[in-house]
């Protein structure tokens, strides 16, 4: 049986990393996968982490199983970091592996026990959406995103788009720092996409991977603000791979809030079923960090500030690229990168120079030209901006 399988391809992204690491040449450079690097090119553990993580271990006394759902605290912290505020018995939490555990069992959900059929994705948008919902039985299809240049947003494309969904289908959108370009909406266009889609009745689903990393913790929580206002149902996938650093630890949050509270123990019950015939109950360590933290008044302002040394390195990144290039002529102007915002951006790059990048240089970008500005450092970027000039 099992002879007769073909290779399967790459992933369009941890596909590099594989490659990345398999490559002998001493002067590699990965901006691939979208894993924060400090100054010396490594990714740290926060020491907010540390210090937790110390805690728990001191203090833990089991590793049982925990609940379907996660540990009890986790999901109130999490509710009230997305939100800023505690919303009431509407909204249920769960504790999942990652984001995109949060994605799976969301489109698990939203097939079975929803009914719904078709996921609207953004063009462009993360390279493993659409696997993700497709391997949960929804069909997917894209709306408009980016204006001609690639490098904004195409505002009214986007609620011109919005307006041809038919009500009952989903829309995923992406809180902040949009994977893979870098491009948001404002708070006040957030503002006119969230009464389109109650008005049509589209479903929003909130993709929030980078809380934190835009332009601060609260500040990137604005998307949010309409939905919740708004009094519908929506579901909100967050990750705390990047805010934290928490990649390997696999832990995430899946929140479904219903428009009153008697609905909400009902979603609830079945994303538990969903949890349940997928990976049984989550992993542990990483929630227990995300709760230790988040109640510890310490602890918390220690990680804001991290967060904050995180997202302005990345910033600070972005304006060293972008003077680098036009400090040597570069034929193309890329001064979109300093107003785009979180881990990636558009580099505008074509599939031929990605490869010749890669081929030539032993640097390793995605396919679609996205950059991880979060893995450029001062001892990388020179020789970055000279081989893209070459590709160029
Ligand atoms: C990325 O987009 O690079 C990250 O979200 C990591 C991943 O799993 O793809």
Same mark, same amino acid.
């Given at each position: 049986m099992f002879e007769a399988m073909e290779m399967a391809p790459p992933d369009a992204i941890l596909g590099l990393t594989e490659a990345f690491k398999n490559?002998?040449?001493?002067?590699k450079i990965s901006l691939s996968v979208g894993v924060y690097k400090d100054d010396t090119g490594t990714t740290p553990i926060l020491e907010c982490v540390k210090q937790a993580e110390s805690r728990i271990i001191e203090n833990e006394n089991s590793k049982s199983y925990l609940g379907i759902d996660g540990l009890a605290e986790y999901g109130p912290l999490v509710r009230d970091l997305i939100f800023?505020?505690?919303?009431?018995?509407?909204a249920v939490t769960l504790q999942t592996p990652g984001g995109t555990g949060a994605l799976r069992v969301s489109g698990d959900f939203l097939k079975h026990?929803?009914?719904?059929s078709t996921i609207w994705l953004s063009n462009?948008?993360?390279?493993n959406h659409g696997g993700v919902f497709n391997a949960a039985g929804l069909n997917t299809e894209t709306y408009t995103y980016l204006n001609e240049s690639r490098t904004g947003l195409d505002f009214q494309g986007l609620l011109d788009s919005i307006s041809q969904i038919p009500g009952g289908d989903v829309i995923c959108l992406h809180?902040?720092?949009?994977?893979?370009?870098?491009v948001d909406p404002t708070a006040e266009q957030w503002e006119q996409v969230a009464a389109l889609c109650n008005e049509r009745g589209i479903l929003p689903l909130v993709d929030? #991977?980078?809380?934190? $990393? @835009?332009?601060g913790i609260t500040e990137d929580a604005a998307a949010l603000i309409p939905f919740r206002q708004g009094g519908k149902e929506f579901i909100v996938c967050s990750s705390f791979s990047k805010n934290f650093g928490l990649y390997g630890e696999r832990i995430g949050a899946l929140t479904v809030v219903s428009e009153d509270d008697n609905t909400a123990p009902v979603t609830l019950s079945h994303a538990k079923r969903a949890v349940r015939t997928n990976y049984s109950n989550p992993p542990k360590h990483g929630g227990a960090i995300v709760s230790t933290v988040l109640s510890d008044e310490q602890l918390r302002s220690q990680w804001e500030s991290e967060v904050a040394q995180m997202r302005n390195r990345i910033n600070d990144m972005r304006d060293k690229f972008v003077k680098a290039m036009q400090q040597r002529n #570069?034929?193309?102007? $890329? @001064?979109f990168i300093q107003s785009q915002r979180g881990?990636?951006?558009?580099?505008?790059?074509n599939k031929e120079q990605v490869d010749t990048l890669r081929n030539d240089h032993s640097i390793y970008i995605v396919?679609?030209?996205?950059?991880?500005?979060?893995?450029?450092?001062d001892e990388n970027l020179e020789r970055f901006c000279d081989c893209v000039m070459q590709v160029l």
């Open positions: 490559d002998p040449n001493p002067e800023g505020e505690d919303i009431g018995g509407r026990k929803v009914g719904a462009p948008t993360w390279a809180a902040c720092c949009h994977n893979p370009t870098g929030f #991977a980078y809380q934190g $990393f @835009g332009n #570069a034929p193309v102007d $890329f @001064g881990m990636f951006s558009f580099s505008g790059l396919g679609s030209g996205r950059i991880n500005v979060a893995g450029l450092t």
